[in-house]
Structures are given as C-alpha cells and as structure tokens.
C-alpha cells in the first residue's frame, strides 16, 4: 500500500461475487468472436491474412481474461482497490480517478470502466469490471463518484 492512504479508512463498498450466468455470458460472447476470427484465418492459410487474423484475435483475448481473473474491487473513502487472481491488488487513489463510466446495454451483462491518471502526460490506465448486474453496477458509479476528487 501506498504512505498517502489511510490504513483505518472505511470500506464504503466491497463486491467480490459475480452472478456465474453473467460471467458463462461473456466468456461465451467473447469466445465466439475469437473462434470465428480464428477460423476464418487459419482458412486462408496465407501468411498476410493468418498473421492479421491472430492479432485481430487477441483483442477479444484480453476481455476474457480480465472476466476471468477478477476478484474483488474494494471502495474506501480514499482509495479503491482491484484484485485479480494472478496480477494482484492494483490501488488507486482518489485524486488518480480520471472517470467512471458504465456499458449498459439490455440483455447482455453490464461493465463498469475506472480511469486512472498515469504520470505520463497522454496516457490513461483504464480498469474495467466485466459481468456484473444492474445494481452491481449502480453500486459501484455511486460510490466512486462520492469520492472523485475533480
């Protein structure tokens, strides 16, 4: 943990179980895509386009693993912290929050994006929360928005 932060500050919000139907949504939705971009370039078998289908495949990699690495998010009054399995706690202080937005579309499970400030001038470091319901969702925005520092 960082010297800024509170070690005695209080937990405002804690989520660390997802609904299982929400998560076997998005790995399905996710999977699907990365199969079907796969099979179709292995279907050429020419080097340009089986080099362009494998790249264009880890982008639906990375959303899968962040669905499957997610364990808890913790909000505090000064800080909210991220555990994934394998990569550990990633902290971020209130005054590092650039935004908070929400993907709300009907029928499909709901993501949460946490935007971090980076020390260097044009980028942002972005932590997103995927499968996750209604007032999952409504939970988490209310509570990092009462402690953005703007």
Same mark, same amino acid.
């Given at each position: 943990m960082q010297k800024d932060c509170d070690e005695n500050a209080k937990l405002l919000y804690k989520l +660390?179980?997802? $609904? #299982?139907?929400? &998560?076997?949504?998005d790995l399905i939705g996710f999977g699907l895509l990365f199969l079907m971009i796969i099979s179709s370039a292995i279907a050429y078998l020419t080097g340009i386009f089986l080099a362009l289908g494998f790249l264009v495949s880890l982008l639906f990699i990375v959303p899968m693993f962040e669905i499957i690495l997610f364990n808890y998010i913790e909000i505090y009054k000064d800080r909210i912290i991220i555990n994934r399995f394998i990569l550990g706690d990633a902290l971020i202080k209130n005054t590092d929050i650039f935004s908070c937005s929400v993907f709300d579309r009907p029928f499909i499970p709901k993501k949460i994006t946490i935007g971090k400030k980076a020390k260097q001038v044009r980028r942002l470091k =972005?932590? =997103?929360?995927? #499968?996750?319901?209604?007032?999952? &969702?409504? +939970?988490? $925005?209310?509570?990092? +928005? #009462?402690i953005i520092v703007y």
């Open positions: +660390d179980k997802r $609904k #299982s139907i929400l &998560v076997l949504i =972005t932590f =997103t929360i995927m #499968s996750l319901d209604s007032k999952q &969702v409504a +939970d988490i $925005k209310k509570h990092i +928005d #009462s």
